[in-house]
């Protein structure tokens, strides 16, 4: 398929320029185009999404339990000292529900959302099970470069919860977009990936919704609170976070033993 030489931005509607043209899935040629005004770089219309998501979850992401693992150290001492640790949180496009039980495993009150995938994890701990009110914060790894329309997304994400704070993950890239053969992250051959950011655009997302950027390696925060910066630096990284990561168990409890007695109670045990 022959490009475009521009295209609407999604984030910002300017007029985008043609980057580089490659095959996704292994068979489909996808021009990808850049906007000089918020540095997104986006596919063309992703027509073939839905052949791509035939399987909620691709089968090159070998990296599923260890980022899941790795995320949860890392979230729980970023929650743990920045925010409202006894709060109420979710975990949106969370996948097989494995983020969500590990953080009730160290003592968070956390919940699942997905829109396609089924929760295997954390069943009984879905969003629409759970007590009302607004969440404390929610999290979104790996979702945002999935999304054809990032701005309605985080629109609706933060209508529906009633969050001040979205926590998130993506790789990021600076100046001009990567060479196709340079930069792992375009995951060509799953055709899933399909946005690419720089951290002046999202900072120009948050600034839509009033709310606050910050940014520790490939972890993502936008939130109406003020952080600082340092500190969230300082939290996230390795020696920090493996001397801190056992602390919310020992402080809020785990609620692996209380979620079973629920659960049985809750079935009739």
């Given at each position: 398929?022959?490009?475009?030489?521009?295209?609407?931005?999604?984030?910002?509607?300017?007029?985008?320029?043609?980057?580089?043209?490659?095959?996704?899935?292994?068979?489909?040629?996808?021009?990808?185009?850049?906007?000089?005004?918020?540095?997104?770089?986006?596919?063309?219309?992703?027509?073939?999404?839905?052949?791509?998501?035939?399987?909620?979850?691709?089968?090159?992401?070998?990296?599923?339990?260890?980022?899941?693992?790795?995320?949860?150290?890392?979230?729980?001492?970023?929650?743990?000292?920045?925010?409202?640790?006894?709060?109420?949180?979710?975990?949106?496009?969370?996948?097989?529900?494995?983020?969500?039980?590990?953080?009730r495993d160290n003592g968070f009150d956390y919940y699942w959302a997905d829109k396609y995938s089924p929760n295997l994890a954390a069943r009984g701990f879905e969003a629409d099970v759970g007590p009302g009110g607004p969440y404390t914060a929610v999290t979104a790894f790996e979702v945002m470069e999935h999304l054809p329309d990032p701005v309605a997304f985080v629109a609706e994400l933060l209508e529906s919860t009633g969050t001040d704070t979205m926590i998130f993950t993506t790789e990021l890239f600076a100046g001009e977009p990567p060479a196709p053969d340079a930069w792992w992250y375009y995951a060509f051959p799953t055709g899933q990936h399909i946005t690419f950011y720089q951290r002046s655009t999202l900072e120009l997302i948050g600034k839509r919704f009033g709310m606050n950027f910050y940014s520790s390696g490939m972890l993502h925060i936008w939130t109406r609170a003020k952080l600082n910066p340092l500190a969230l630096r300082l939290l996230t990284s390795p020696a920090i976070v493996s001397l801190f990561n056992g602390l919310p168990r020992r402080t809020l409890g785990s609620r692996t033993f209380a979620d079973h007695e629920s659960l049985i109670q809750a079935h009739g045990g």
């Amino acid at each position: 398929m022959r490009g475009f030489d521009s295209v609407p931005c999604r984030i910002c509607s300017s007029t985008t320029s043609l980057a580089f043209t490659h095959k996704v899935l292994g068979k489909y040629d996808c021009s990808y185009y850049f906007c000089n005004n918020c540095g997104v770089l986006q596919t063309e219309h992703p027509y073939w999404l839905d052949e791509a998501y035939e399987s909620p979850v691709a089968a090159a992401d070998t990296g599923m339990l260890w980022r899941n693992l790795y995320l949860a150290r890392v979230t729980s001492v970023v929650l743990f000292f920045l925010f409202d640790r006894r709060g109420r949180f979710l975990d949106a496009a969370g996948g097989y529900g494995i983020f969500t039980r590990l953080m009730r495993d160290n003592g968070f009150d956390y919940y699942w959302a997905d829109k396609y995938s089924p929760n295997l994890a954390a069943r009984g701990f879905e969003a629409d099970v759970g007590p009302g009110g607004p969440y404390t914060a929610v999290t979104a790894f790996e979702v945002m470069e999935h999304l054809p329309d990032p701005v309605a997304f985080v629109a609706e994400l933060l209508e529906s919860t009633g969050t001040d704070t979205m926590i998130f993950t993506t790789e990021l890239f600076a100046g001009e977009p990567p060479a196709p053969d340079a930069w792992w992250y375009y995951a060509f051959p799953t055709g899933q990936h399909i946005t690419f950011y720089q951290r002046s655009t999202l900072e120009l997302i948050g600034k839509r919704f009033g709310m606050n950027f910050y940014s520790s390696g490939m972890l993502h925060i936008w939130t109406r609170a003020k952080l600082n910066p340092l500190a969230l630096r300082l939290l996230t990284s390795p020696a920090i976070v493996s001397l801190f990561n056992g602390l919310p168990r020992r402080t809020l409890g785990s609620r692996t033993f209380a979620d079973h007695e629920s659960l049985i109670q809750a079935h009739g045990g």
